[in-house]
T-cell receptor, first 110, second 122 residues
Framework: QSVLTQPPSVSAAPGQKVTISCSGS????????VFWYQQLPGSAPKLLIY???NRPSGIPGRFSGSKSGTSVTLDITGLQTGDEADYYC???????????FGGGTKVTVL | EVQLLESGGGLAQPGGSLRLSCAAS????????MTWVRQAPGKGLEWVSS????????YYADSVKGRFTISRDDFKNTMYLQMNSLRAEDTAIYYC???????????????WGHGTTVAVYS
């Protein structure tokens, strides 16, 4: 059971938009930055979003993050087949003194 | 180019030990916290342990506390994970990752290695 809660899967057609939710508590998302990782099949994770909303250089603007209270969302617009991957949210948890991850969400492009 | 290269994975029996290494290049290693994350077959990411940059503080997941020890050698630009009393549930790909600051966990990990595989079986 992951500390952060994500839906197991989401799907949409090419060009459409998907939204991945991630919910936590005041000990993690509510009071700390959230980051998102993309893991393509057979590859290591890659940082997609940091500090809730910021994209590292090289990450397209189609990926955007937002935060409200103890929940965050990752939006992927203009969905492409190359976006098929597992997506994980993560944050520091001050009660556990640990990094916590969501269980991951598999994005499927129909 | 910023790179992380893990090594030391392999097969071990329950109760055995392994020592993982993560060699870093392309950045000022001593200025950044470093982290180990693992992924069991078909499962999600699990944070294992982190060590801060500068003043050394270490952090462990409850699942490995007392069995694993994280350390770093800033002269060799290398991080280590000594794994003792291994269990079947430790079987996973182990990734090392560079934090975005010297503080552990607050800002995310921006560089990841390709991972090294640990398999614990009897």
């Amino acid at each position: 059971q992951s500390v952060l809660t994500q839906p197991p899967s989401v799907s949409a057609a090419p060009g459409q938009k998907v939204t991945i939710s991630c919910s936590g508590s005041t000990s993690n998302i509510g009071n700390h930055y959230v980051f998102w990782y993309q893991q393509l099949p057979g590859s290591a994770p890659k940082l997609l979003i940091y500090e809730n909303t910021n994209r590292p250089s090289g990450i397209p603007g189609r990926f955007s993050g937002s935060k409200s209270g103890t929940s965050v969302t990752l939006d992927i617009t203009g969905l492409q087949t190359g976006d098929e991957a597992d997506y994980y949210c993560g944050a520091w948890d001050s009660s556990l003194s640990a990094v916590v991850f969501g269980g991951g969400t598999k994005v499927t492009v129909l | 180019e910023v790179q992380l290269l893990e090594s030391g994975g392999g097969l071990a029996q329950p109760g055995g030990s392994l020592r993982l290494s993560c060699a870093a290049s392309g950045f000022s290693f001593s200025l950044y916290a470093m982290t180990w994350v693992r992924q069991a077959p078909g499962k999600g990411l699990e944070w294992v342990s982190s060590v801060s940059g500068g003043v050394i503080n270490t952090y462990y997941a409850d699942s490995v506390k007392g069995r694993f020890t994280i350390s770093r050698d800033d002269f060799k630009n290398t991080m280590y994970l000594q794994m003792n009393s291994l269990r079947a549930e430790d079987t996973a790909i182990y990734y090392c990752a560079k934090d975005r600051s010297r503080a552990v966990g607050f800002y995310g990990m921006d560089v990841w290695g390709h991972g090294t595989t640990v398999a614990v079986y009897s």
